[in-house]
């Protein structure tokens, strides 16, 4: 059995702050199975490239990158696959009619787990920055770097 599962994780998709504004944050459930939630323990995910899209009225996850668990037999499960990603009927229909805005997605920003050890995902609807907002995130980030130093 291998010794890096943790009970507790949290895995944070940090490049989505500097391409994405947040406008909106919700926390879902994801359908997953044995071998992937055990590759999440082990901190095996990439959130890089993933988005959510609506297909029927129900919220999928696509190209969330979930390793697959190197102690799985054949049952392993498929590393790209769609997960369907659970939130009430409430918080879909307001994310449908606010995806008809142009410009603005759905982006996974952390996976974490709850109270209860459950997988959670927290998920933005989000509009991409332009090339002066990255400037400007990375002028705040640096400006806040020096006052740090300059603080101990």
């Not at 995910?45 to 037999?73: K, M």
């Not at 959670?120 to 400037?135: S, V």
Request: proline share 3%.
């Amino acid at each position: 059995m291998p010794e890096k599962i943790a009970r507790n994780f949290n895995i944070a998709n940090r490049r989505a702050g500097f391409e994405y504004f947040f406008l909106e944050k919700y926390e879902a459930g994801m359908v997953l199975t044995g071998t992937e939630i055990k590759s999440i323990r082990e901190g095996k995910v990439n959130l890089q490239d993933a988005y959510c899209l609506l297909l029927d009225g129900e919220l999928y996850i696509r190209n969330l990158h979930i390793s697959p668990y190197t102690e799985g037999t054949h049952y392993n499960h498929e590393p790209l696959r769609d997960r369907k990603l659970l939130l009430t009927k409430r918080e879909l229909k307001k994310l449908d009619s606010k995806l008809k805005d142009q410009g603005l997605t759905i982006i996974p920003i952390r996976i974490f787990s709850s109270e209860k050890g459950l997988a959670k995902i927290e998920i933005a609807l989000a509009k991409g920055k332009k090339l002066y907002d990255k400037r400007d995130t990375i002028k705040e980030r640096d400006v806040k770097r020096e006052t740090d130093r300059n603080n101990f």
